[in-house]
């Protein structure tokens, strides 16, 4: 019974999670003019949101191998319901900024956790189920643009949807408590305490930890650097930013029945294989994409890129659980982690090269990135010893 319900469960939290990871950044402009501040300063508090997530996913996974992973998963969604009641009830920035920030937090215990559970559940379908569970994360985003454009156009206060995610989840956090999940139970003995932190040395000092992390540092780094640039770099191309955010809309519905549609290849290719030529594709794709002129062929580029690009960070947390496959919480926690470092410090190099060079700026690191990527990723297809 509960395999029926374990995983809808879950892709509906995923789908909160990606809907408040990016509910700022189309109410930017809105937070700028409530809150009297300058948009560098709604930027700071995105960055440290950024930060809060990669806080919490390098710790909370290994945590949860001590104290249960439906424990911290449930103390997740309490700071998340938390951090969002607190933006929606008070009206000042620094109220404002430590909501989100804890929100970030928040992000990381579930995201993490429930990726570690969704692992340990589905062992024959490990790399199907996590494509489709991330999935959810990133329709979520996808919505965000036209909710946001609704609730402005109607004249209702943005506040409503921060109070909104906060009643769903404690709907979701209710059914969550039922449930019966797999490493729930916490390591009492103090060897097997100290058994765990010898294991998480020998997967931080893995290759195969390192590379899978590395191919997670470019991709979610660029993933999240594009999509936050993306109106920038269409306004640089005379388009402007009421369109462009469409277009946004559009590419990241592709990118999701990206991950989606490559959730049911794995009975031809395995996820190294899908890896080199999803990077493989991706490169091609945005690179052709430069030398284009017109608009309309430039974005239809960019969405076979966006569809060609996704899944890659997931599939290689699939494959470092592969061949650990008893430290889901631990391994989920490093890789995320390289992830979310990736994120903050393209995030902070796009935006510099943007202000300092120009908007076509993100689709250069971009390039950078997913060349890295194409290396990275031939390595662990090709290495008979990862």
């Known amino acids: 019974m509960i395999s029926k319900r ?54 909370s996974g290994i945590i949860a191998e001590r104290f249960g992973k439906k424990n911290i998963f449930i103390a997740g969604c309490i700071l998340l319901i938390g951090s969002f009641l607190s933006i929606y009830f008070l009206s000042y920035l620094v109220l404002f900024t430590t909501g989100y920030v804890i929100f970030g937090i928040s992000l990381g215990m579930v995201q993490v956790n429930a990726i570690s559970i969704i692992s340990d559940f589905y062992i024959l379908n490990k790399s199907k189920m ?48 039922t449930f019966k999940i797999l490493g729930s139970e916490k390591i009492q003995e103090k060897e097997n305490f100290k058994n765990l932190f010898i294991a998480n040395k020998k997967l931080f000092l893995s290759p195969i930890v390192i590379l899978c992390g590395a191919i997670s540092f470019l991709h979610y780094g660029t993933g999240w650097a594009f999509s936050s640039w993306f109106t920038t770099y269409f306004k ?11 277009l946004l809309s559009i590419y990241l519905f592709v ?18 294989k899908i890896m080199q030529y999803s990077s493989l594709l991706a490169f091609v794709f945005l690179f052709v994409s430069i030398f284009i002129k017109q608009l309309a062929v430039k974005f239809i580029l960019i969405l076979f890129f966006g ?17 650990y496959k008893d430290y889901s919480g631990s391994l989920t926690s490093i890789i995320s982690g390289y992830g979310w470092t990736g994120v903050v410090i393209l995030q902070y190099v796009t935006g510099y ?34």
């Open 6 to 59: 374990i995983f809808p469960f879950f892709f509906i939290q995923f789908f909160i999670l990606g809907f408040g990871g990016a509910i700022v950044g189309p109410l930017i402009p809105v937070l700028a003019d409530f809150f009297k501040v300058r948009l560098d300063v709604i930027g700071t508090i995105l960055s440290m949101n950024a930060f809060g997530i990669l806080l919490a996913t390098l710790f």
């Open 130 to 177: 996590l494509l489709r569970i991330m999935t959810g994360f990133s329709l979520g985003s996808f919505a965000v643009p036209g909710i946001v454009s609704m609730v402005l156009l109607k004249n209702i206060s943005w506040k409503y949807i921060f109070l909104s995610i906060a009643l769903l989840n404690t709907f979701l956090l209710i059914i969550m408590v």
């Open 236 to 246: 640089g191309q005379d388009v402007p930013v009421s369109t462009s955010s469409f």
């Open 255 to 272: 990118f999701g029945m990206g991950m989606f549609l490559k959730s049911f290849v794995f009975t031809r290719f395995d996820e190294k």
């Open 307 to 323: 569809f060609s690009f996704a899944a890659v960070g997931a599939l290689a947390l699939a494959a470092a659980m592969k061949k």
């Open 353 to 386: 090269l943007t202000e300092k060079i120009s908007a076509g700026s993100m689709i250069y690191v971009s390039l950078a990135a997913i060349f890295l990527m194409i290396i990275f990723t031939s390595l662990l297809a090709y290495n008979k010893k990862l």
